[in-house]
């Protein structure tokens, strides 16, 4: 029975660490669609606003259909990975 319990929990807990990779294959897999947010990212640094911040992740959040946090990781691949030069 514990053991069962152990699995169920570990179980649980991976679905967040799934959801993260499946992201990351998204931004390597469809580098043309991380540009145009790095183009997004680039307009809203010419205006003063953070890729980190709240209306630039709510941004991602809406053209994604993902949760904030989700958004903020998914940014963070799409800065990593095409465009190093935003801030």
């Given at each position: ?46 205006n003063?606003i ?38």
């Amino acid at each position: 029975m514990k053991s069962f319990l152990f699995f169920l929990f570990v179980l649980a807990t991976s679905f967040p660490v799934f959801g993260q990779s499946n992201l990351l294959e998204s931004v390597k897999k469809n580098p043309s669609e991380a540009i145009k947010i790095c183009n997004k990212f680039r307009e809203f640094n010419s205006n003063g606003i953070s890729a980190n911040s709240e209306k630039a992740i709510q941004y991602v959040s809406n053209i994604k259909k993902l949760t904030p946090v989700n958004a903020e990781i998914f940014s963070i691949y799409v800065i990593g990975l095409h465009c190093p030069d935003i801030i």
